[in-house]
């Protein structure tokens, strides 16, 4: 099965070799997301509300560029420097997501790219 890629500039320009997403059949499966600026490409200022919403905003990005939506994703992955700061990071993903919600798992990591402290993946399936 071919893989697509999936590119936007309404979201980060990737910081590797990888795609934002790849496309292959029906599912799409994102790479992660920080709360990277997608005009500046630095982290947004601001507590893990911030951040989280950034990351979703650029999350969403890639998903409408896929052909999709939020709602159209079944699985996330939330990566945490700190998990005592997962209650705001949970609120702010029900701003974004509404019932039945994605298959989710939540891991507090050391670190992550760009010193960010939140970072989101996802599997979108599509049709």
């Known amino acids: ?16 070799p990888y795609s934002q ?16 600026d997608p005009a500046t490409g630095e982290v947004v200022t601001g507590d893990i509300t911030a951040q989280a919403r950034r990351a ?3 999350l969403k990005a890639v998903a409408e560029a896929a052909g999709g939506g939020l709602d159209d994703i ?3 992955g939330l990566y945490v420097t700190d998990l005592s ?9 029900a701003e974004y997501f509404d019932a039945p919600y994605p298959a989710r798992s939540t891991i507090e990591v050391p ?5 960010a402290r939140f970072e ?3 599997v979108m399936v599509l049709g």
């Open 74 to 76: 079944v699985r996330v």
């Open 21 to 36: 997403a790849v496309r292959a059949g029906d599912t799409v499966y994102f790479s992660g997301q920080i709360p990277l």
């Open 85 to 93: 700061e997962f209650g705001q990071v949970n609120a702010v993903m």
């Open 56 to 58: 979703f905003d650029n």
């Open 120 to 122: 989101v993946d996802a």
């Open 111 to 115: 670190a992550l790219p760009k010193g």
């Open 1 to 16: 099965m071919p893989r697509t890629p999936i590119s936007t500039p309404d979201a980060p320009a990737a910081i590797g």
